[in-house]
């Protein structure tokens, strides 16, 4: 079998520290994680945590930056996944309904924005993501929209938006709000359709019956 190496070694600490980090950051909030709490986390010694990291803001700030670019990567593989870009969007929404605002995907959001008021770093390196993945959503978008560049500024807040307000109020069905979304961008409404319910009955057939 073969030697694993030093560096080898290294790299898989790294790693543990950083889902360390990541884990945390939505149980404890951004100043909440600490030295000690990622080493017993990721089950290390915690002189290791400054080994590898000049300090424990590096550190989630590495976490965070991963974490979003790693983030923002899924729904790109819909647009290009689905049969059109209406319904490419449509699943980008539809995507949204496995975050409740208190999930931990959620909340590790909400405290890199916070963070990133607050760090030059974090804020730049989070506006270097978004860019890179509003120039990646714009690629899909040219030629299909009237203005792919601010549509597909729009998508992204909207997105974002759409994960941060759940948790504090109740939102429109997945069908209404891809809808409106896709009118906004320019598409059309389609493919946001809500498909007939199996227990509904046909308006004529009602209709026929009174």
Do not use: C, N
Request: aromatic fraction near 4%; charge should be negative.
């Amino acid at each position: 079998m073969p030697v694993e190496t030093a560096t080898q070694r290294g790299q898989q600490t790294r790693e543990r520290l950083l889902r360390a980090a990541t884990e945390l950051i939505p149980v404890l909030g951004w100043s909440g994680v600490t030295t000690r709490k990622v080493a017993e986390r990721a089950g290390l010694r915690p002189g290791l945590v400054h080994y590898h990291f000049p300090s424990v803001d590096d550190l989630l700030t590495e976490a965070a930056l991963a974490f979003t670019r790693s983030a923002l990567t899924g729904p790109l593989h819909l647009l290009d996944d689905a049969p059109d870009l209406a319904s490419g969007i449509v699943a980008l929404v539809e995507a949204l309904d496995a975050y409740t605002g208190q999930d931990e995907a959620s909340l590790l959001m909400v405290e890199a924005y916070l963070a990133a008021t607050r760090d030059a770093r974090l804020r730049e390196g989070m506006a270097a993501a978004l860019a890179e993945f509003r120039a990646a959503v714009r690629e899909r978008l040219a030629g299909q929209v009237p203005d792919a560049d601010s549509a597909a500024a729009l998508l992204g807040a909207v997105l974002d938006g759409l994960i941060l307000h759940r948790s504090l109020a109740p939102m429109p069905t997945t069908a209404a709000t891809a809808a409106h979304l896709l009118r906004m961008i320019g598409l059309p409404t389609a493919a946001a359709e809500d498909p007939a319910s199996p227990d509904e009955e046909p308006s004529s057939m009602r209709e026929g019956e009174s």
